[in-house]
Structures are given as structure tokens and as C-alpha cells.
């Protein structure tokens, strides 16, 4: 993606994300907080909002925004609940329990890895909203002829993070986001599924003359993939470039992102929606986090996706935001690829098996990790051919072994010494005249034909570097 | 009548809360908010330097319950109590047809 979306101009974007938190009960009462149950199964009275019911703090859903709030390296302050006051029928009390002027985290950042410091405004609590399904009219809300509501959700522990509008191209959008989400699975805080909904990122979109003061933004809203964010922003910043270069004005509104047409479009919402009245909630007292209890939460924190990742890429001398150092670390198997490497396998190669054979492993991988070395060491030093030894593993895999020798055997890979694998070339060479001559007159493509020959001549067990190496040597003869 | 209401943000805030009003209803209830406010404004006038703003009359901060489940509501039943249900669910008429 390119700096500037369209020359001349330059794309501000803040991002408000939702995030529920991982407890096993509501931020109010004592209802489970599970994903994907039976509709209206995880009701009470509080959830409900029934007369006379009165909502009691979930500790564990403080102490998780507290790590969330750590890990985004904000104040933790003492603070407050507000109801926020709006008539929808996903939240039946009338009001949204939420945090207005004294938020719980205030004032941290995020580093993305390209080293690009965003600002993070707030991170507060809040409950989330029952879910409605739209009856008629094609499920949307205009021409429904109604909705039905689930609860289950209602009350589930949110933390919304603002960032501070610091984001410049879609890029850094993309990072702040998949940081984010690497950083709030790591601190157990949330499984943050975009796709499920446990993590719902809203875009602050705007765009101004270099230098120039912010312009009017518009809030995007139904973004539903880190692809779709960056798409929706695209389309955003160039509509309103379009505006702008056409003489009109920006409207300050919030867009709805529509993945199948590819645009934003207006919600119509009346004005008077965004006074919600915000006041004390007389229901809760203040939550006054002490320094103690800040400290038992921050000890237990663990080390953070960014730096688990340049420890990985320094000790393997790869680079630290490789596919593959994000992959392992996000399933959690860098302490698994360490110890491997530290049982004597080979780093790249540790990486590569923990990377493509482990996706389903876990941070446990059954295979112990010195097995896994010493399969990396036997195919390092050619007793194994690169196939050979992914057929290995993927048998380890099975039986939780630590033995790649003992498979090895019990499958006939032995290793084919150099004097059995250049005999099969020397017949390769001689079966393949055509190919030969090609090959010895510069062309590369052609020694195809001639390793197939001997790896079916060998059954696959020559190994393919050996191979390549006699051939080479005996064309610097031949020439 | 007071400074700090009139009659027009009491039919906005009114009409916020989806309160039915009358014109009569109106006037009294910006007599009786500007009155509570004028009330306000006498607090408002002591040197209060010395007093920490208070968020609430309880001496008590930290109330907390463990993250423990309990149990829930029966579904048939409340969705008895409902004035319509469908598919487990609540049904409530189109939402953007209410006239704010």
C-alpha cells in the first residue's frame, strides 16, 4: 500500500476497538459469558434489567482491563461508571453501563513493528449489547418488519481502546490492529475473534493537506476482518478526497462498511442519538484501583507478543517480523522453538517444521522439541532427504515421538551413500541425452528430468542436494 | 424563570426519556427544575476549596464478586412474561419505525 492513498493528501485515522474479556461471567452479575450457546440461556435479572435489580462488579473482568491497560502501557487510575442513556431494545434497562470522564486506563501507546508510536487515549469498561436479528426486509434493519433479540450477550465485559488519531496509511491501521490482537491473546485478556465478534474495530476516518488542521472525519462502523478495515478506509479516504476536490464539504456522520458492494454508506441516525445523557451510575461505587493491587496484576503479566518476537528472530538471526517468528509466536510455540534449538536442532530449519507441521499443535507440541532437533540434525547432515524428513515428522506427530532415527528405519529411509546416488546419476545422464545436453549448455531448467530419474531410480531416497551437487561437478567436467 | 432551563430543554430532554408532555406539564416541570438548579447555584457559591468532590453518599469504593456463575432465569418463563417471543428470542417491532 502505498504512503498516500491519493497524492497531495494525507489520511488521519484513529481506531476505537471493542474487546470482550475473556471472564466466565458477565460485568454485572453472575450470567455465563460463552459465545455460540442457545439463544436466552445466560439471563438474569440484572442482565434483564428488571425493577429492583442491582449490578455488582466482576473483580476478574477489572483485573483483565488492568492487564489490557498495562500492556498499552497507560495510567491506571481510580474511576467511575456512567449510565449512558439511549432506547434500543439490545439493552433493556434504557441505559449502557458505561465509563465517561474517569475512565479506568488512560494515556498509554502501542508500537507497531515498524517502530510507528500510536497514541492510546483510553482504554475503559464497559457492557456489551444484547444481539438483534432483523426479521423481513432482508435482514437489514430499513424494511424489517421487526427484530428479535438474544441476551446472552448483554452484560458480557468489554474494554473499548481509543487511540489518538496517529494512524497514517492503511498499513499502520492493519498493524495497530493485528498487535493489538496478538497482544490481547497473550495477556489472556480476550480470544479477540474478529469473525466472532469478540473484537469489533471501528475507524475514524479523515484526510487533510499535509500540514494542515484535522479535517471533518466520519466513523466506520461493521468492519469484520483486518482486510475489510483496510479496505473500508480506502474507500473512505478516497470519497472524501473526492468531495473535497469537488468543492463540498464533509459531513460528520458515521458509515456503515459494506463488504459485498465495497463502500461505506450513510447510517441515517437522528441527531439527538448521540446525547445520551451520561450520568453517575448511583448503583456502583468507585473503583480505586491501589498501588498494590496494580503490582500483583502487572507481576503476573506475561512477556508481550513484540518482545517474544525480537528475542525469537535475534536468537535465530532471522528477522524479527517474519511470517514465521509471527506465526510461532502468536500460537504461543516460541518457548517450544527455543528449546529445540537449545537441544541442538537446527534453528531455520526448527522454525520452518514448528511453522508449517504444528498449526494444530498448540504451545505443547506432542513431538518433543530434542526429537524434533534431531530430526533437523539428521536431515542437516543428509541422512535424510527434505521429503524424507517432513514424512518423519509428520509420523512423530502421530505417535508423540522423540525417535526420527527409529521411524526413519522402520520406514527404509537409510541414507544413500554418495557412490550409490552417483551411479543412479551416471545412468540419469546416460538414460537422458537430450536432457544432458541441454543441461550442459546453460540450461538449468533441464537437470529436472534428470534428478526425477534418479529420485524414481532410487525410490525417492537420494537426497536431492547430493544430486544436484554430482550433477553440477560432472558438468564442470564434461565442459 | 430561571437562567439555567427554559422550556425548550425540558422538552428536548423530555422527548429524550420519551416522556409524554403537555404544554402544562412543560411549564411546571421547568418552574420545578429551575428551582432545583437556582438550589444548585446557593452550593455553587460557597468556598468549597476544602471538600473532595464526591461521586457518591456511600463511604465505600472496591465492591467487587468473584467471577463465579449463578444461576440464570428460566427462558420459558421470561419469555412468557414478554409481550411477543419467536425462536427463543424476544420480538420487538422495527426499530427504526419508533418515532423518536
Same mark, same amino acid.
Given at each position: 500500500?502505498?504512503?498516500?492513498?491519493?497524492?497531495? $493528501?494525507?489520511?488521519?485515522?484513529?481506531?476505537?476497538?471493542?474487546?470482550?474479556?475473556?471472564?466466565?461471567?458477565?460485568?454485572?452479575?453472575?450470567?455465563?459469558?460463552?459465545?455460540?450457546?442457545?439463544?436466552?440461556?445466560?439471563?438474569?435479572?440484572?442482565?434483564?434489567?428488571?425493577?429492583?435489580?442491582?449490578?455488582?462488579?466482576?473483580?476478574?473482568?477489572?483485573?483483565?482491563?488492568? @492487564?489490557?491497560?498495562?500492556?498499552?502501557?497507560? *495510567?491506571?487510575?481510580?474511576?467511575?461508571?456512567?449510565?449512558?442513556? +439511549?432506547?434500543?431494545?439490545?439493552?433493556?434497562?434504557?441505559?449502557?453501563?458505561?465509563?465517561?470522564?474517569?475512565?479506568?486506563?488512560?494515556?498509554?501507546?502501542?508500537?507497531?513493528?515498524?517502530?510507528? @508510536?500510536?497514541?492510546?487515549?483510553?482504554?475503559?469498561?464497559?457492557?456489551?449489547?444484547?444481539? !438483534?436479528?432483523?426479521?423481513?426486509? &432482508?435482514?437489514?434493519?430499513?424494511?424489517?418488519?421487526?427484530?428479535?433479540?438474544?441476551?446472552?450477550?448483554?452484560?458480557?465485559?468489554?474494554?473499548?481502546?481509543?487511540? *489518538?488519531?496517529?494512524?497514517?496509511?492503511?498499513?499502520?491501521?492493519?498493524? +495497530?490492529?493485528?498487535?493489538?490482537?496478538?497482544?490481547?491473546?497473550?495477556?489472556?485478556?480476550?480470544?479477540?475473534?474478529?469473525?466472532?465478534? !469478540?473484537?469489533?474495530?471501528?475507524?475514524?476516518?479523515?484526510?487533510? @493537506?499535509?500540514?494542515?488542521?484535522?479535517?471533518?472525519?466520519?466513523?466506520?462502523?461493521?468492519?469484520?476482518?483486518?482486510?475489510?478495515?483496510?479496505?473500508?478506509?480506502?474507500?473512505?479516504?478516497?470519497?472524501?478526497?473526492?468531495?473535497?476536490?469537488?468543492?463540498?464539504?464533509?459531513?460528520?456522520?458515521?458509515?456503515? $462498511?459494506?463488504? !459485498?458492494?465495497? *463502500?461505506?454508506?450513510?447510517?441515517?441516525?437522528?441527531?439527538?442519538?448521540?446525547?445520551?445523557?451520561?450520568?453517575?451510575?448511583?448503583?456502583?461505587?468507585?473503583?480505586?484501583?491501589?498501588?498494590? $493491587?496494580?503490582?500483583?496484576?502487572?507481576?503476573?503479566?506475561?512477556?508481550?507478543?513484540?518482545?517474544?518476537?525480537?528475542?525469537?528472530?535475534?536468537?535465530?538471526?532471522?528477522?524479527?517480523?517474519?511470517?514465521?517468528? $509471527?506465526?510461532?509466536?502468536?500460537?504461543?510455540? &516460541?518457548?517450544?522453538?527455543?528449546?529445540?534449538?537449545?537441544?541442538?536442532?537446527?534453528?531455520?530449519?526448527?522454525?520452518? +517444521?514448528?511453522?508449517?507441521?504444528?498449526?494444530? #499443535?498448540?504451545?505443547?507440541?506432542?513431538?518433543?522439541?530434542?526429537?524434533?532437533? *534431531?530430526?533437523?540434525?539428521?536431515?542437516?547432515?543428509?541422512?535424510?532427504? #527434505?521429503?524424507?524428513?517432513?514424512?518423519?515428522?509428520?509420523?512423530?506427530?502421530?505417535?508423540? !515421538?522423540? &525417535?526420527?532415527? #527409529?521411524?526413519?528405519?522402520?520406514?527404509?529411509?537409510?541414507?544413500?551413500?554418495?557412490?550409490?546416488?552417483?551411479?543412479?546419476?551416471?545412468?540419469?545422464?546416460?538414460?537422458?541425452?537430450?536432457?544432458?545436453?541441454? +543441461?550442459?549448455?546453460?540450461?538449468?531448467?533441464? #537437470?529436472?528430468?534428470?534428478?526425477?530419474?534418479?529420485?524414481?531410480?532410487?525410490?525417492?531416497?537420494?537426497?536431492?542436494?547430493?544430486?544436484?551437487?554430482?550433477?553440477?561437478? @560432472?558438468?564442470?567436467?564434461?565442459? | 424563570?430561571?437562567?439555567?432551563?427554559?422550556?425548550?430543554?425540558?422538552?428536548?430532554?423530555?422527548?429524550?426519556?420519551?416522556?409524554?408532555?403537555?404544554?402544562?406539564?412543560?411549564?411546571?416541570?421547568?418552574?420545578?427544575?429551575?428551582?432545583?438548579?437556582?438550589?444548585?447555584?446557593?452550593?455553587?457559591?460557597?468556598?468549597?476549596?476544602?471538600?473532595?468532590?464526591?461521586?457518591?453518599?456511600?463511604?465505600?469504593?472496591?465492591?467487587?464478586?468473584?467471577?463465579?456463575?449463578?444461576?440464570?432465569?428460566?427462558?420459558?418463563?421470561?419469555?412468557?412474561?414478554?409481550?411477543?417471543?419467536?425462536?427463543?428470542?424476544?420480538?420487538?417491532?422495527?426499530?427504526?419505525?419508533?418515532?423518536?
Amino acid at each position: 500500500m502505498s504512503e498516500q492513498i491519493v497524492p497531495g $493528501w494525507e489520511l488521519v485515522v484513529g481506531l476505537e476497538v471493542h474487546v470482550e474479556l475473556a471472564t466466565r461471567t458477565k460485568l454485572f452479575s453472575g450470567s455465563p459469558n460463552r459465545f455460540g450457546d442457545d439463544a436466552n440461556v445466560h439471563i438474569d435479572p440484572v442482565t434483564l434489567g428488571l425493577p429492583g435489580a442491582l449490578p455488582v462488579l466482576n473483580e476478574h473482568a477489572v483485573e483483565l482491563a488492568m @492487564r489490557v491497560g498495562l500492556a498499552l502501557n497507560c *495510567r491506571i487510575e481510580p474511576c467511575t461508571f456512567h449510565r449512558k442513556n +439511549y432506547f434500543y431494545p439490545d439493552m433493556p434497562k434504557a441505559y449502557q453501563i458505561s465509563q465517561y470522564d474517569q475512565p479506568l486506563n488512560l494515556d498509554g501507546f502501542l508500537d507497531l513493528p515498524d517502530g510507528t @508510536r500510536i497514541g492510546v487515549e483510553r482504554a475503559h469498561l464497559e457492557e456489551d449489547t444484547g444481539k !438483534s436479528t432483523h426479521v423481513g426486509g &432482508d435482514g437489514r434493519i430499513h424494511g424489517s418488519e421487526g427484530s428479535l433479540i438474544d441476551f446472552n450477550r448483554a452484560g458480557v465485559p468489554l474494554v473499548e481502546i481509543v487511540s *489518538r488519531p496517529d494512524i497514517r496509511t492503511v498499513d499502520q491501521a492493519k498493524d +495497530y490492529v493485528n498487535e493489538l490482537r496478538a497482544i490481547l491473546v497473550a495477556i489472556e485478556a480476550s480470544d479477540a475473534k474478529m469473525e466472532e465478534g !469478540s473484537m469489533r474495530v471501528d475507524a475514524n476516518v479523515s484526510v487533510r @493537506r499535509p500540514g494542515e488542521p484535522l479535517g471533518t472525519r466520519c466513523e466506520i462502523k461493521n468492519v469484520n476482518s483486518v482486510r475489510s478495515l483496510g479496505r473500508a478506509i480506502e474507500y473512505e479516504a478516497r470519497r472524501q478526497v473526492d468531495l473535497l476536490e469537488a468543492g463540498d464539504r464533509i459531513r460528520q456522520e458515521t458509515r456503515h $462498511w459494506n463488504e !459485498s458492494d465495497g *463502500r461505506t454508506h450513510t447510517l441515517r441516525v437522528k441527531e439527538d442519538a448521540d446525547d445520551y445523557r451520561y450520568f453517575l451510575e448511583p448503583d456502583l461505587v468507585p473503583l480505586v484501583p491501589d498501588r498494590e $493491587w496494580i503490582e500483583r496484576v502487572r507481576s503476573a503479566m506475561p512477556v508481550l507478543p513484540a518482545a517474544r518476537r525480537a528475542a525469537l528472530g535475534a536468537f535465530l538471526g532471522v528477522p524479527a517480523d517474519s511470517a514465521a517468528v $509471527w506465526t510461532v509466536v502468536d500460537r504461543g510455540q &516460541d518457548a517450544y522453538v527455543l528449546a529445540s534449538v537449545d537441544a541442538g536442532g537446527v534453528g531455520e530449519r526448527v522454525l520452518v +517444521y514448528v511453522q508449517q507441521a504444528f498449526a494444530e #499443535a498448540g504451545p505443547n507440541p506432542a513431538v518433543p522439541a530434542d526429537g524434533l532437533a *534431531r530430526l533437523t540434525v539428521m536431515e542437516r547432515s543428509g541422512e535424510l532427504t #527434505a521429503t524424507q524428513a517432513k514424512d518423519v515428522l509428520a509420523a512423530m506427530l502421530e505417535t508423540a !515421538s522423540a &525417535d526420527p532415527a #527409529a521411524i526413519a528405519r522402520s520406514k527404509g529411509y537409510e541414507a544413500m551413500d554418495t557412490s550409490a546416488i552417483a551411479v543412479a546419476v551416471d545412468e540419469a545422464i546416460a538414460g537422458e541425452p537430450a536432457a544432458w545436453g541441454k +543441461y550442459c549448455a546453460g540450461e538449468e531448467k533441464a #537437470a529436472g528430468a534428470l534428478v526425477g530419474r534418479v529420485m524414481k531410480a532410487t525410490k525417492g531416497q537420494a537426497d536431492g542436494k547430493v544430486v544436484t551437487a554430482l550433477l553440477q561437478e @560432472r558438468r564442470t567436467a564434461n565442459g | 424563570m430561571s437562567v439555567h432551563i427554559t422550556r425548550a430543554d425540558v422538552a428536548k430532554v423530555a422527548k429524550l426519556a420519551r416522556l409524554n408532555m403537555s404544554e402544562a406539564d412543560l411549564d411546571r416541570y421547568t418552574e420545578q427544575l429551575a428551582k432545583m438548579l437556582d438550589h444548585f447555584e446557593d452550593i455553587d457559591a460557597l468556598d468549597l476549596s476544602g471538600v473532595e468532590p464526591m461521586s457518591q453518599p456511600f463511604p465505600l469504593v472496591n465492591v467487587m464478586r468473584p467471577d463465579v456463575e449463578q444461576p440464570t432465569l428460566d427462558r420459558d418463563e421470561v419469555l412468557a412474561m414478554a409481550p411477543a417471543a419467536e425462536q427463543h428470542r424476544f420480538r420487538v417491532p422495527p426499530i427504526l419505525g419508533i418515532d423518536l
